[in-house]
């Protein structure tokens, strides 16, 4: 019998073993079907250096791998932003762009829709390299079809709005790279190139075959305000049509907490509070109130440390907007911790102290460490 030291990677907690356990000297010590239920049970078993089988191990590989793969809003998102950049840089020599694109928006509400908390924590979390004019539009593009079924809009309008969001930059698409890239003050040229923009973008989604009236009016009207500072028609209050501010609000909150190479991202509840403060005659009230209710004081994928002096991440709502669910990752001491650990943080013990910039937390993790196989990329 040949047989390999097992590591950690080869053991699943609560999932039970796929073969036999040998010790040194080859006696059997764990029979096939074991369940390890504790992190110091795998550490216990690592320390002993124990061993497997190879051939069983491998048995267990190739029988792992023929299974469906389990499917995943990470994954989902990451091919969104893919998609999306195909689309919206080759939309003149593209056939049906606008069945492409409803395609594409249906792909992100589904994924936004399986699980909100991986489609949020996408936003501040997702490792994955993307340009910021692509995944800003799809970070935008979620949490306004998120905000949208709250309000319980029908799903072939939260579809069009989710197509809006993905293609409100298209006409300033090139230009926006080299301008998000910059440090110093934009010249009258470039303030002019963003204030076209909007009808710019509703010209080319017309070049391209897309006549959907409310689809290009989100697009031309969504950096409107209430009180009528907006462009590029200076529209206010009930005349701007809900989705367009919608829209308007989840593009100024990805936009905060998105790091520039010229700037910090602004903290995810910094954010909602500026936005909060701007909105008092700027965004719609009502929407501010939900957009909150929705995100939450303390948004998913936000670094926090907690009473007891631990540090984690935020990863789901909890009773009310400010006691939401983490998972510590370091404990009070500075020690990563061996598994991330489930926190109420409405409990005093547990309650959140402040909030933390990523380079703050100085350990490297991944989403599926918090969320398992549907975060997996």
């Known amino acids: 019998m040949t047989t390999r030291r097992i590591s950690t990677s080869d053991i699943v907690m609560g999932q039970p073993l796929a073969w036999d356990v040998y010790g040194d000297d080859g006696s059997l010590l764990l029979r096939r079907g074991y369940v390890v239920t504790s ?12 061993f497997a089988e190879i051939s069983a191990m491998d048995a267990a590989r190739a029988q792992a791998a023929r299974q469906v793969e389990l ?7 990451n091919a969104a932003h893919r998609e999306l950049r195909r689309l919206l840089y080759g939309m003149q020599s593209e056939t049906d762009v606008r069945g492409q694109l409803l395609a594409l928006a249906k792909q992100v509400a589904t994924a936004a829709f399986m699980q909100p908390d991986v489609a949020l924590g996408c936003i501040l979390l997702n490792q994955q390299d993307s340009p910021y004019v692509i995944k800003h539009c799809t970070d935008t593009a979620l949490v ?3 905000v949208a079924r709250a309000l319980k809009k029908p799903p072939e309008e939260i579809i069009m709005l989710a197509a809006a969001a993905l293609t409100m930059n298209v006409g300033m698409l090139r230009q926006q790279e080299r301008l998000q890239e910059k440090s110093d003050a934009l010249s009258a040229t ?3 190139l963003i204030r076209q923009h909007p009808e710019a973008g509703v010209e080319l989604l017309r070049a391209a075959g897309i006549e959907d009236a409310d689809w290009l009016s989100w697009v031309l009207l969504h950096h409107e305000n209430e009180d009528g500072s907006g462009y590029p028609t200076a529209m206010a209050g009930a005349d701007i049509p809900q989705n367009a501010k919608i829209i308007s609000l989840a593009d ?13 991202s602004m903290l995810p509840n910094a954010a909602l509070r500026d936005i909060l403060i701007e909105g008092k005659s700027k965004v719609d009230q009502m929407l501010v109130t939900l957009f ?21 991440v935020v990863t789901g709502k909890g009773l009310t907007t400010t006691t939401p669910i983490v998972h510590a990752m370091i ?24 909030v933390l910039h990523r380079d703050q937390v100085m350990i490297r993790f ?3 460490h918090l969320w398992g196989d549907i975060a997996s990329l």
């Open 39 to 50: 992190p110091s049970q795998v550490s216990a078993l690592i320390e002993r250096g124990l």
């Open 71 to 77: 499917p995943s809003v990470l994954r989902m998102i």
């Open 144 to 146: 306004s079809v998120l």
């Open 190 to 192: 470039e303030q002019e």
């Open 252 to 264: 100024r909150y990805c936009a905060r907490v998105c790091a520039r190479s010229y700037r910090k």
């Open 292 to 312: 909150i209710r929705e995100l939450g004081t303390y948004p998913i994928g936000t670094f926090v440390r907690l009473e007891n002096g631990e540090l984690g």
């Open 331 to 354: 404990g009070p001491r500075g020690a990563a911790l061996s598994m991330p650990i489930r926190r109420d943080t409405g409990k005093p013990l547990h309650a959140i102290r402040e």
């Open 366 to 368: 991944t989403m599926r």
